[in-house]
């Protein structure tokens, strides 16, 4: 067998497996109805939470920026490709969190690798949550440090690992503010008390609550009022824009600028997307309102799924997974959904297990309330056809 044989091969047991994934053409800006490979979509499925990936302010912040420093950035941060922009940046983005530093990396993903590949070291041991993102799982690998995982945002599993590991010489607790698979939120005033009581450092993830939740925004630790050692965060989800970033001392920046592979071997984002993602962070400061109406909007349509049957995960976050079952009827139910104009996501194994596959709605700030109940006719649609309600 050749090479394209097997791994044709190995793609056809994953179509059996109903887990054989596409991609999805997107021809339009993103707005919450799109034109997807040339057919009108509702979508509920996108991070873009406050609307900001289109706003015309951070266009023309990036196109004035883009006639005057050009397309990319032309190299690492330690090259060529660190300009006053990225520094505007990351001292808006410390202001904004009110900690001392930051540090831009190219995404969120590559923030959350080189943290966890680079602080913690050989003797030392990270305890991370069951569902935290894959690419925290990256960095645990990459890491020389060990791996200890415990169950999901399961505080006293948590302390029971963390009595488990008093051996070694440091622990760190790593989570996601907001989980990206269920919605549901990390109790970090809990977790922060455990990490004083057991000498630990905390590492939080906040990519889904940063622009959202807490009273201006600032995410989960404005939410818990609780400063985690490290926040990791991103440009990509409520600022609109690209990109991701660690928050912290000015010890933890400058040594991960000189220790993360990730930001050292990495071609830095371009200066237009820093102005755009500036300006988003300066309209989010002044955005309580539409963080009131979007957490208002995601809670009506929680409640209403509930109250028609369905399964309904989550706290309250613009996340909100609908159970549907196996991964099969999970991929149907997502077909259906788009043959009546209403575009989401399936979240399948291996993200979760077998018979917790769901379809995950994403709202935004820019969704009606006539595109909400078109949304929740069609879900009542097509749960009775299905008989999931």
Known sequence: MGFDGWLNERLNKTKESGLYRTLRTMNTAPSPKMLIDGQKQLVFSSNNYLGLANDKNLIYAAETILHEFGVGSSGCGISTGYTKWHQKLEEKIADFTQTESAIVFSSCSLARVGVISSVPEKGDVILIDELNHASIIDGCRLSEADTVVYNHIDMADLEDKLVETEAYQRRFIVTEGVFNIDGTITPLDKMMSLAKQYQSYVIVDDAHAFGVLGENGRGTSELFNVKPDIVIGTLSKAVGAEGGF???????????????????????????????????????????????????????????????????????????????????????????????????????????????????????????LDEIEYLLRTFHLVGKELNII
């Open 246 to 368: 660690v928050c912290g001392s000015q010890v933890l920046t400058d040594f991960l600028r000189n220790h993360a592979r990730t930001f050292i071997f990495q071609t830095t984002i371009p200066p237009a997307i820093c102005a755009a993602s500036y300006v988003a962070l300066e309209i989010i400061a002044h955005s309580k309102e539409k963080r009131h109406q979007l957490l208002k909007k995601a809670h009506y349509i929680k409640t209403s799924l509930g109250e028609m049957g369905f399964f309904v995960k989550g706290d309250e976050t613009p996340i909100i997974p609908v159970i549907v079952g196996e991964p099969h009827n999970t991929d149907l139910f997502t077909k259906r959904l788009q043959e009546e104009g209403v575009f989401a996501s399936s979240i399948r194994p291996p993200l979760v297990s077998g018979g917790e596959s769901c379809i995950r709605l994403t709202v935004t700030a820019d969704h009606s």
